[in-house]
């Protein structure tokens, strides 16, 4: 199995730890484990580039580059992010921002047999929130399989959380590395994928709204 883990904070805490608790317990050698941060990318600049004509075009390509390509490779790929005023770090949504081109919508990467996990913690409220939000992203990149890991720590630092809720937690870990776990090599992509992937074949088929896209679908043999 080969994981592409996505960070969207720089620092390791809650979120990191987290996040290690599932690789874990991955039937993955560390090898194949890619970690990236995000952090260093630039802004995106809304120039549509990507979209409309090549990501190579991109200002922000060469930062992008590795990580498009270990997300390509990998059989799990994992968003991480603490909650930010019930959201993704700005650091995170910059990176899926980059990403954009290769929404279903636009030009995906076949990911339709990949499994997805949006993990987050948070002090009070909005970990479950958040955790979607990135399973949302991993959903419209195609990714046939998504799951969600979140968390309430109740306290500011990981080694302050009382040992019940650790063991709880620990539990929750384990259930989805199980699942993780089973299905790896044998993913059947959701319904709601299917179904979102077929309108998007009936849209690219119909409307021809651009040109590269529409050639991309064709190359592609899904139009
Ligand atoms: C800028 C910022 C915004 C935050 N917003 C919220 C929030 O809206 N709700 C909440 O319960 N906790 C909020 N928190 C707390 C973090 O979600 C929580 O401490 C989380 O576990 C931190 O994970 P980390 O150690 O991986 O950074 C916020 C923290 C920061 C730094």
């Not at 890619?34 to 190579?56: A, H, M, P, S």
């Not at 580059?65 to 770090?89: F, H, Q, R, W």
Request: hydrophobic share 35%; glycine share 8%; proline share 2%.
């Amino acid at each position: 199995m080969k994981i592409c883990v996505v960070h969207g904070q720089n620092h390791r805490g809650n979120t990191y730890r987290l996040t290690q608790l599932l690789l874990e317990q991955l039937s993955c050698e560390k090898e194949n484990i890619k970690e990236f941060y995000v952090g260093g990318i630039g802004q995106c600049t809304g120039c549509t580039q990507c979209i409309l004509k090549d990501e190579n075009l991109c200002p922000h390509r060469l930062s992008m580059k590795p990580i498009v390509e270990a997300l390509e490779k990998a059989d799990v790929i994992i968003l991480a992010s603490p909650n930010y005023c019930m959201g993704m770090t700005g650091q995170l949504k910059n990176f899926c921002d980059h990403l954009g081109y290769r929404w279903m919508s636009h030009r995906p990467f076949d990911m339709r047999k990949k499994i997805g996990v949006g993990i987050s913690t948070t002090a009070g409220m909005g970990a479950g929130k958040t955790a979607k939000e990135l399973c949302k992203q991993l959903f419209w990149w195609s990714i046939g399989r998504t799951y969600s890991l979140s968390f309430t720590v109740n306290a500011i630092r990981w080694e302050e959380i009382p040992e019940k809720r650790i063991l709880k937690l620990n539990r929750k870990v384990q259930r989805l590395a199980h699942r993780i776990n089973s299905r790896y090599g044998k993913v059947h992509q959701s319904l709601k994928s299917r179904i979102m992937f077929k309108i998007m074949t009936l849209m690219h088929r119909n409307m021809e709204w651009n040109e590269i896209e529409t050639a991309y679908w064709r190359a592609n043999g899904w139009i």
